[in-house]
């Protein structure tokens, strides 16, 4: 390629037919390929007879090889930024790449494709017209819980990734903070041949997990329904329910006193915790 350019190519996250001509032309053509994992992504060019000139461009040397890219890029020659699968810098590598191209007044080029998150938004069923993306929630239950807290309000659909070794435990912290009630959608090995989406409650899709172990498989997209708007507690929650959670609430952690009462009444626990808030205040 005779200009000097970075390309953003995204790559399939499972059906290699997906690699779209134009990506494998730029592949094809530019002097180095920056790639995530190069055995990975050697064996995506070899399926496509491209011969590329690959370098390793990951978490723990980005900054180190973008210098080396920028000099590569003002010495006239044109790289390519791919990440294992589907589109870089979504949940990858690659921000500080591509900032320093740019800093360095660099041209960058997306060659679009494929994206898990988008893919599996487009099949889910749930509202589009709005919505965020987490990406990976904490490894650790303790902050996994905290920043599942945090977006239970959220009044859009929401989605994260989440890896087979974690998908249950990411569900039963879901349960906890969001509700067993709560809709939402796993989205396992787009594209690939065991290809699933399921959609449910939170509660509904423990349960198919817990029966299917081959549903635990692979890796997944999860995608949140947005919160239902909430009135105010008053006249929403019954007088009865209020007298069950008044006297769980002296006895218990007000979390735990809230999930008791809404197994009693059927009456949601997330507005029962407000209702618990408002009664210490």
Not at 4 to 29: F, H, M, W
Not at 219 to 229: N, Q, T, Y
Not at 232 to 252: H, M, R, S, T
Request: charged share 25%.
């Amino acid at each position: 390629m005779s200009e000097s350019c970075l390309y953003i190519v995204a790559t399939p996250i499972g059906n290699l037919n997906d690699l779209s001509p134009r990506a494998r032309d730029v592949l094809a053509q530019v002097d180095v390929i920056a790639a995530e994992d190069t055995r990975h992504t050697s064996r995506l060019l070899n399926h496509f007879g491209i011969r590329g000139n690959l370098v390793a461009c990951h978490d723990h040397n980005e900054r180190s090889r973008s210098e080396q890219i920028v000099q590569r890029l003002q010495g006239g020659e044109s790289v390519a930024l791919v990440s294992d699968a589907g589109t870089p810098l979504i949940s990858d590598p690659g921000y500080h790449l591509v900032n320093a191209v740019r800093e360095a007044g660099i041209k960058v080029v997306p060659v679009p494709g494929a994206c898990a998150m988008v893919s599996a938004l487009s099949v889910s069923g749930l509202p589009s017209d709005r919505f965020f993306f987490e990406g990976f929630l904490p490894a650790k239950g303790a902050g996994r819980r905290k920043r599942l807290a945090e977006l239970s309000d959220f009044p859009h659909t929401w989605i994260v990734y989440e890896s087979p070794h974690r998908i249950m435990d990411m569900l039963v912290d879901m349960d906890g903070e969001l509700g067993g009630d709560r809709k939402i959608v796993l989205a396992r090995e787009l594209t690939k041949t065991f290809e699933t989406v399921l959609s449910g409650t939170v509660s509904e899709l423990q349960e198919i997990l817990t029966s299917d172990e081959n549903q635990r498989r692979g890796e997944f997209v999860v995608l949140i329904h947005g919160a239902e708007k909430q009135e105010g507690f008053g006249d929403d929650i019954p007088d009865e329910a209020l007298k069950i959670l008044e006297v769980l609430v002296e006895e218990l952690p007000m979390k735990q006193a809230s999930q008791i009462a809404s197994k009693i009444t059927g009456i949601k626990s997330k507005l029962l915790y407000k209702a618990g808030l408002a009664m210490k205040e």
